[in-house]
């Protein structure tokens, strides 16, 4: 799998727009970018994922750049609850192997 | 739909009992894993499971012990405990196969300490 480069955190004002970036420059053209999020305590939550058009679903977009050698996720309009580990993995699709977390970016939103 | 189950959520054991995590699915995936997570720490895998009858060891699979005789259920065992497993556990299914099939599904943790 590809490796990624995450910010450590970021923050975001309540109902604004987080904009969370990945950087992913030795993607090969069958890998996905896949994003999850950890809220503190919970187990992981998948969010979304894309190969190589922009995708939007009722959680976030991901936008991929047309290199696609970074991504980025958007929360439209940022929520308390939204506050989280956020991590994205890149990754051959379907591949059998297992999925290895990072370190991913604590957001914290703040009211 | 229940997805990922996983019981007790708390659990506190004296050094060197045994205990036994117990993970369900009722999804019918195939591939099922169990991961440990420290303070401030990353997800890492202890041990995985592709299919009923076949396990394979993790990042970390010392201390633990894994059987999959369903495809419903992967129970975790630590044969003798010691406070380093003192972790937050946390079971995973995905279906496996094609571009959903890193779509994990998380239950929701078990909260272990070894005193």
């Known amino acids: 799998d590809a490796k990624t480069t995450q910010p450590p955190s970021m923050d975001c004002a309540e109902g604004r727009a987080a904009n969370l970036p990945c950087n992913h420059s030795?993607?090969?053209?069958?890998?996905?970018v896949y994003w999850y999020r950890q809220i503190h305590s919970q187990g992981p939550q998948y969010i979304i994922h894309g190969l190589k058009n922009n995708e939007t679903n009722e959680m976030a977009s991901l936008i991929i750049t047309e290199d696609r050698k970074s991504s980025t996720l958007i929360l439209p309009h940022a929520t308390l609850r939204d506050t989280a580990v956020y991590y994205c993995?890149?990754?051959?699709?379907?591949?059998?192997?297992?999925?290895?977390f990072g370190k991913g970016t604590k957001l914290s939103v703040k009211p | 739909n229940a997805g990922v189950t996983q019981t007790p959520k708390f659990q506190v054991l004296k050094t060197g009992q045994s205990m036994t995590l117990q993970c369900a699915q009722d999804m019918n995936h195939e591939y099922m894993s169990w991961y440990r997570q420290d303070p401030g720490m990353g997800l890492r895998l202890i041990h995985y499971s592709v299919g009923a009858g076949i396990t394979d060891q993790g990042e970390v699979p010392n201390g633990y012990n894994v059987s999959r005789s369903t495809t419903e259920d992967f129970p975790l065992r630590l044969l003798s405990a010691a406070p380093s497993q003192t972790s937050v556990y946390f079971c995973?299914?995905?279906?496996?196969?094609?571009?959903?099939?890193?779509?994990?599904?998380f239950g929701e943790g078990s909260w272990l300490t070894v005193v």
């Open positions: 030795t993607i090969s053209g069958n890998e996905y």
């Open positions: 993995i890149v990754r051959v699709g379907g591949s059998q192997g297992n999925l290895i």
């Open positions: 995973a299914s995905r279906s496996g196969t094609g571009v959903t099939g890193n779509t994990i599904y």
